[in-house]
């Protein structure tokens, strides 16, 4: 502060592309281009934001006070803005042909940004992302990095119908649940990923506050969001607070060691930035995670099911959240097996998973599989109504603390 | 300079305009051109302090075309010709193979609605905060603590113009508060956000009472119970299983549809006391507006009679796929979307509803939902629902305890059925299907283990 100025924090810049394609609809495309000038008057942050990344709506933003601060020039911003890759909306159509009856939307989604603050610039590149939803009621979608070459796989394995004879597990079934293909990667998200995000622990809302340093599980895996996965959909190069993107470790061997902030809770939290993402240019930057990844362990997939004696085996998730006033996560299983004597039987109908957020983490088996694994069907996280775009990748996890709801 | 609403009313018809002589000059036969402008302000106190103010000016316009054969849309932000060549090139450019998706000129039109409040003056938002805060402390003898207070007003103006000459203009005012209150330790922080229908007659008082009485049940002990019980759903409980069964509300293919198999021998989805409607011509309602996202006018379709299904909600495009006579049901969330079917505002009517202070006393052993912790699921195929929540229980009308997580499932049309009465207390709640208003219900007769 200088006198009664405000501080100039950063201004924002972003352009969104998004094409969508779907059977017997026109090929929408939407642009949008915005600004946003975030400012601070003592403990009081404001942000002003436009349509337009025009120097006239900059000049707009930035003269909103009597005080103007100058800003670095941007080279490069009057671009033709952002266009989908050659030959993407043919390719589209061609899914969208294979998909029965009408059933899946898809698009592509790109967004360019850069964050000017007054030592600088620092340009925001992120992958572009294929998203898929199919049959949304049921909420059937697949996010992934655009040519990843697992795409036309996990497509094939979307259309793929669910099968005819299923069994439901009763309710309140507890036995040890073998988190396959994934799958834990959705679940480490919301125990671990939301719940070490700096605006819940900064405000005392967060079930891991306090537990610093201490093992949150046996099991002696290593959780770390890395942003600079490039084949997730998760990954950036700089957050949207013009931070260069870093690996943050969660979890070192089963012990929690780091927090998710942008630059406002990493100063409240005494830890480093790296996290503060923008749903878009509308919205202020808030700790969010990017790429949970999960290393490995010595088993195979096979002789953790095989180590199993009666429970179930889960293949793909339909959505996970977590309540952090209940301190409760839920986990939505689409598909899956019963384990009997360490074999898969009977496919499992579509249930609910559920258990408190530190009786699971305690729960998870030391015995970790080798197969770290993409999960290609969640990664649209939804956060106070903010969606965003994240990956994750884990190997097979056994879990006992779950519960049939 | 930024743009507001009331300086850049030019542009936003000068956009037509050009976008209308761009598409006049195009191999397009037909064409809808929607621009859109809005200014929002969102105020944030935190224990009573203004912590964070964001203002965000948002203009853009979307294009459908139909050229006799193919049909196009595209959108960009901004009023600027560039923005607008590049839409109107963009929807020809990606047209496919279609049916014309715009409804006849003959169907479109508008109702008249009632003329909108204005734009509170600033530093009501603050004022709002402190007269809340002060109403929370005086219903609680300051046991309710208030955290956060999000409070959002936003003046929006959008033109629908069409090739033949139709032209629908529509400006708003809309307000809404997001209160977040901690009573006690144990019950965590109780979220409510309120559809503020005219902030002039904004009353902090009945606000509080909404916000701080259900969550200061949870001062009880924690008691555990089970067997048949009759079940009392607060209206945000009932909003979201209602926002659950909504996809039955919308028209779609016969092959694929549940609802037929969810329907009891005499055809009903739900009791008697269940009456469903997609109101868009209420002015008390969060989405007012002189017609739907595509330019028919604004009216209240019947989803649920008594319990039996009657209409079912479509764009003009899903109406004709699905055989259904367009009733105005698309929305369009914004310049950046093509209309498509949906809810504006999905209601319980309450007409006949009773105060739900009867509704909790017409039952000697109950269990009252107070809040969902956890989504509340319904499957529709499978005629399954799950709800985890947070409830209290009744015994003779006076309350005997708190379980903070309760689980309830079984089988969905069997519940819908056993409704027995709805109350008067209509609340609006934001769900994945869009606002969903919903008052207390009382359900008999449900197994429940907690």
């Known amino acids: 502060m200088r006198g009664n100025h405000p501080r100039f924090e950063d201004l924002f810049l972003e352009r969104r592309l998004e094409i969508r394609v779907a059977e017997g609809e026109a090929t929408a495309s939407c642009r949008v281009d915005g600004a946003a000038v975030r400012?601070?008057?003592?403990?009081?942050?404001?942000?002003?934001?436009?349509?337009?990344?025009?120097?006239?709506?900059?000049?707009?933003?930035?003269?909103?006070?009597?005080?103007?601060?100058?800003?670095?020039?941007?080279?490069?911003?009057d671009g033709a803005g952002l266009e989908p890759p050659e030959g993407w909306t043919a390719w589209a159509r061609g899914v969208a042909a294979g998909f029965p009856g009408r059933s899946a939307t898809i698009r592509y989604l790109q967004r360019q940004a850069?964050?000017?603050?007054?030592?600088?610039?620092?340009?925001?590149?992120?992958?572009?992302?294929?998203?898929?939803?199919?049959?949304?009621?049921?909420?059937?979608?697949?996010?992934?990095?655009?040519?990843?070459?697992?795409?036309?796989?996990?497509?094939?394995?979307?259309?793929?119908?669910?099968?005819?004879?299923?069994?439901?597990?009763?309710?309140g079934l507890k036995g040890p649940i073998v988190l396959t293909d994934g799958t834990a990667g959705p679940l480490l998200h919301e125990l671990v990923g939301h719940l070490a995000e700096g605006d819940l622990v900064a405000a005392g809302r967060s079930p891991l506050i306090g537990l610093g340093g201490a093992a949150l599980t046996e099991a002696a895996i290593d959780v770390i969001d890395d942003p600079g996965r490039f084949d997730l959909p998760g990954a950036f190069d700089a957050d949207d607070e013009g931070v260069t993107a870093q690996p943050i470790p969660l979890l070192r061997s089963g012990r929690l060691c780091g927090l998710l902030c942008d630059r406002e809770t990493a100063r409240l939290c005494e830890t480093r930035p790296g996290r503060g993402r923008r749903a878009d240019w509308r919205s202020p930057p808030v700790?969010?995670?990017?790429?949970?990844?999960?290393?490995?362990?010595?088993?195979?997939?096979?002789?953790?099911?095989?180590?199993?004696?009666?429970?179930?085996?889960?293949?793909?998730?339909?959505?996970?959240?977590?309540?952090?006033?209940?301190?409760?996560?839920?986990?939505?299983?689409?598909?899956?097996?019963?384990?009997?004597?360490?074999?898969?039987?009977?496919?499992?109908?579509?249930?609910?998973?559920?258990?408190?957020?530190?009786?699971?983490?305690?729960?998870?088996d030391p015995a970790v599989g080798n197969d770290p694994t993409t999960d290609w069907r969640l990664g649209w996280c939804v956060k106070d109504g903010m969606p965003l775009a994240t990956g994750s990748e884990a190997p097979t996890l056994i879990v006992r603390n779950l519960e049939v709801l | 300079m930024a743009t507001r609403p009331d300086?850049?009313?030019?542009?936003?018809?000068?956009?037509?305009?050009?976008?209308?002589?761009?598409?006049?000059?195009?191999?397009?036969?037909?064409?809808?051109?929607?621009?859109?402008?809005?200014?929002?302000?969102?105020?944030?106190?935190?224990?009573?302090?203004?912590?964070?103010?964001?203002?965000?000016?948002?203009?853009?316009?979307?294009?459908?075309?139909?050229?006799?054969?193919?049909?196009?849309?595209?959108?960009?932000?901004?009023?600027g010709r560039p923005a607008v060549e590049r839409t109107v090139r963009a929807a020809l450019a990606g047209a496919v193979e279609a049916d014309d998706p715009m409804p006849p000129a003959r169907l479109i039109g508008s109702v008249n609605v009632a003329p909108g409040p204005n734009m509170p003056a600033r530093g009501w938002a603050q004022h709002i905060g402190n007269e809340l805060e002060l109403a929370l402390a005086s219903l609680s003898d300051g046991r309710i603590g208030l955290e956060r207070l999000i409070i959002q007003e936003g003046r929006y103006c959008w033109v629908l113009a069409t090739g033949e000459g139709c032209v629908i203009d529509h400006q708003r005012v809309a307000a809404s508060i997001l209160v977040e209150i901690r009573v006690g330790e144990r019950s965590g922080l109780w979220r409510e956000w309120l559809h503020v229908a005219?902030?002039?007659?904004?009353?902090?008082?009945?606000?509080?009472?909404?916000?701080?009485?259900?969550?200061?049940?949870?001062?009880?002990?924690?008691?555990?119970?089970?067997?048949?019980?009759?079940?009392?759903?607060?209206?945000?409980?009932?909003?979201?299983?209602f926002a659950g069964i909504a996809p039955l509300f919308l028209a779609r293919d016969e092959a694929t549809d549940p609802l037929p198999r969810l329907l009891d021998p005499q055809g009903l989805l739900a009791a008697y006391a269940v009456t469903v409607v997609d109101d868009r011509a209420d002015a008390s309602a969060p989405v007012v507006g002189p017609c739907d996202g595509e330019g028919l006018p604004a009216r209240r379709t019947l989803l649920l009679d008594e319990g039996a299904p009657r209409h079912r909600v479509a764009s003009f495009a899903d109406a004709r796929r699905f055989d259904e006579t367009p009733r105005g049901g698309a929305v369009r969330l914004s310049y950046r979307d093509c209309p498509t079917s949906g809810f504006a505002n999905l209601m319980i009517v309450t007409d006949d509803g009773s105060p739900a202070t009867e509704l909790l006393a017409a039952s000697r052993r109950a269990l009252y939902l107070l809040r969902p912790v956890g989504p509340v699921v319904c499957d529709l195929e499978?005629?399954?629902?799950?709800?985890?929540?947070?409830?209290?229980?009744?015994?003779?009308?006076?309350?005997?305890?708190?379980?903070?997580?309760?689980?309830?499932?079984?089988?969905?049309?069997?519940?819908?059925?056993?409704?027995?009465?709805?109350?008067?207390?209509?609340?609006?709640?934001?769900t994945a299907v869009g606002f969903v208003g919903a008052p207390s219900l009382l359900i008999r007769r449900q197994p429940v283990v907690g």
């Open chain 1, 39 to 77: 400012w601070r008057f003592g403990s009081r942050s404001v942000m002003h934001a436009a349509a337009g990344v025009s120097d006239r709506v900059i000049e707009g933003l930035l003269s909103r006070y009597s005080y103007r601060p100058s800003v670095p020039a941007v080279s490069g911003r």
């Open chain 1, 114 to 171: 850069v964050v000017i603050r007054r030592e600088g610039w620092q340009p925001v590149n992120a992958p572009g992302l294929v998203r898929i939803e199919h049959d949304p009621r049921r909420g059937r979608a697949l996010l992934a990095v655009w040519r990843r070459p697992e795409l036309g796989d996990w497509i094939r394995r979307l259309i793929e119908p669910p099968p005819r004879r299923t069994w439901s597990p009763p309710p």
């Open chain 1, 287 to 364: 700790p969010r995670l990017s790429n949970l990844v999960v290393t490995g362990g010595n088993h195979t997939a096979d002789d953790l099911v095989s180590g199993v004696d009666a429970g179930l085996v889960v293949t793909r998730l339909a959505g996970a959240s977590v309540d952090p006033v209940s301190s409760r996560a839920v986990l939505r299983v689409e598909r899956g097996f019963e384990i009997r004597k360490g074999r898969r039987r009977r496919p499992l109908s579509r249930c609910e998973l559920t258990g408190g957020v530190t009786e699971i983490l305690a729960g998870i």
């Open chain 2, 7 to 79: 300086e850049t009313h030019d542009s936003r018809d000068a956009a037509v305009v050009v976008a209308g002589s761009l598409l006049a000059d195009s191999s397009a036969r037909r064409w809808e051109i929607f621009a859109k402008q809005s200014i929002t302000r969102q105020t944030e106190l935190v224990r009573g302090k203004l912590d964070r103010t964001l203002e965000v000016a948002e203009c853009g316009v979307g294009v459908r075309t139909f050229d006799g054969l193919r049909a196009g849309f595209a959108s960009a932000s901004g009023f």
């Open chain 2, 198 to 241: 005219d902030p002039e007659t904004f009353d902090p008082a009945a606000a509080a009472a909404r916000v701080g009485n259900r969550a200061l049940l949870t001062e009880h002990d924690i008691t555990s119970d089970h067997g048949l019980h009759d079940l009392i759903l607060h209206p945000e409980v009932s909003a979201h299983l």
């Open chain 2, 382 to 430: 499978a005629d399954r629902y799950s709800i985890i929540a947070s409830g209290v229980w009744l015994k003779q009308q006076r309350v005997c305890g708190w379980h903070p997580v309760v689980e309830l499932s079984g089988g969905l049309g069997a519940m819908l059925r056993r409704i027995e009465a709805v109350g008067t207390d209509l609340g609006w709640y934001q």
